[in-house]
C-alpha cells in the first residue's frame, strides 16, 4: 500500500502483535478522554496513542503509530475497544477522526461479510465447488448479485415498497422464490406488484 502510494490503517491485536505490545508495556502513552451523547446513550470515548513504534521483531520492520479507542459507560463498564496501527501522524485533534475511520473499515467488513455468509447468499458454501474455475465464477456470481441487490436499495422504486411491505431482504428473497414458484410474471413490475399487494398477475390463456 505504501510502495502504491497509500496510507493504511489495520487493525492491531495485542495476541498478534507481540512485539508491538511490548513497546507499549509500562510507557505512559499520550492521550485524552471525551464524553459524547446524554441520559442513558451517554458513553466514554478514551484515545491512547503512540508513534514511531516497530511492527514486528526484525531489524527492518516497519515503523508505525498505535492507535486504542476504548469506550466505556459512566459506571465503567467498556462496551468496545480496539487497536489500530497506521501510517498517519496522531495528534489530540485526529485521533478521534482515525479511529472512526478504523472502525468504519471494520464494521463495513463485517457487515459485508456477515450478509454474504449468512443472510441468504451461503458465499462459504462455494468454496470448494469445481477442480478449475467454477468456485471462483460462482463467487463472481455471489458479489455481482450482492452489488445489485445494494443497488435496488438504493434506487429501485419498486424493490424498496417490496422491502418496505415484507420487512428484511431476507423475507423478501423468500417471497420472491415462492411468488415464481407459482406464478408467470411478465416483468419485474408484475412480481413486485404481487408482493405489494398479494394479489397474483394476469395469467396468460
Same mark, same amino acid.
Given at each position: !500500500?505504501?510502495?502504491?502510494?497509500?496510507?493504511f490503517?489495520?487493525?492491531?491485536?495485542?495476541?498478534?502483535?507481540?512485539?508491538?505490545?511490548?513497546?507499549?508495556?509500562?510507557?505512559?502513552?499520550?492521550?485524552?478522554?471525551?464524553?459524547?451523547?446524554?441520559?442513558?446513550?451517554?458513553?466514554?470515548?478514551?484515545?491512547?496513542? !503512540?508513534?514511531?513504534?516497530p511492527?514486528?521483531?526484525? @531489524?527492518?520492520?516497519?515503523?508505525?503509530?498505535?492507535?486504542?479507542i476504548?469506550?466505556?459507560?459512566? @459506571?465503567?463498564?467498556?462496551?468496545?475497544? @480496539?487497536?489500530?496501527?497506521?501510517?498517519?501522524?496522531?495528534?489530540?485533534?485526529?485521533?478521534?477522526?482515525?479511529?472512526?475511520?478504523?472502525?468504519?473499515?471494520?464494521?463495513?467488513?463485517?457487515?459485508?461479510?456477515?450478509?454474504?455468509? @449468512?443472510?441468504?447468499?451461503?458465499?462459504?458454501?462455494?468454496?470448494?465447488?469445481?477442480?478449475?474455475?467454477?468456485?471462483?465464477?460462482?463467487?463472481?456470481?455471489?458479489?455481482?448479485?450482492?452489488? !445489485?441487490h445494494?443497488?435496488?436499495?438504493?434506487?429501485?422504486?419498486?424493490?424498496?415498497?417490496?422491502?418496505?411491505?415484507?420487512?428484511?431482504?431476507?423475507?423478501?428473497?423468500?417471497?420472491?422464490?415462492?411468488?415464481?414458484?407459482?406464478?408467470?410474471?411478465?416483468?419485474?413490475?408484475?412480481?413486485?406488484?404481487?408482493?405489494?399487494?398479494?394479489?397474483?398477475?394476469?395469467?396468460?390463456?
Amino acid at each position: !500500500m505504501l510502495a502504491a502510494g497509500g496510507s493504511f490503517i489495520f487493525g492491531c491485536k495485542p495476541s498478534s502483535h507481540k512485539t508491538l505490545t511490548v513497546y507499549l508495556t509500562g510507557v505512559d502513552l499520550d492521550g485524552f478522554s471525551e464524553t459524547i451523547g446524554a441520559g442513558s446513550a451517554k458513553h466514554i470515548h478514551r484515545y491512547r496513542w !503512540m508513534e514511531g513504534v516497530p511492527l514486528q521483531d526484525a @531489524n527492518d520492520a516497519l515503523m508505525v503509530n498505535w492507535l486504542e479507542i476504548e469506550i466505556s459507560k459512566p @459506571n465503567s463498564k467498556v462496551t468496545y475497544r @480496539n487497536s489500530f496501527v497506521i501510517d498517519l501522524p496522531i495528534t489530540k485533534q485526529s485521533a478521534a477522526e482515525i479511529a472512526a475511520c478504523g472502525r468504519a473499515r471494520w464494521k463495513i467488513e463485517n457487515d459485508t461479510f456477515n450478509v454474504l455468509k @449468512n443472510n441468504r447468499y451461503n458465499l462459504e458454501h462455494n468454496f470448494g465447488h469445481g477442480k478449475d474455475t467454477l468456485a471462483s465464477l460462482l463467487v463472481v456470481l455471489n458479489l455481482l448479485a450482492f452489488a !445489485m441487490h445494494n443497488a435496488c436499495d438504493l434506487v429501485e422504486a419498486s424493490w424498496q415498497e417490496g422491502r418496505q411491505k415484507v420487512g428484511a431482504q431476507m423475507r423478501l428473497f423468500e417471497h420472491i422464490r415462492t411468488a415464481t414458484a407459482y406464478f408467470v410474471f411478465q416483468s419485474w413490475g408484475s412480481l413486485f406488484r404481487t408482493i405489494r399487494t398479494g394479489r397474483p398477475p394476469p395469467q396468460p390463456p
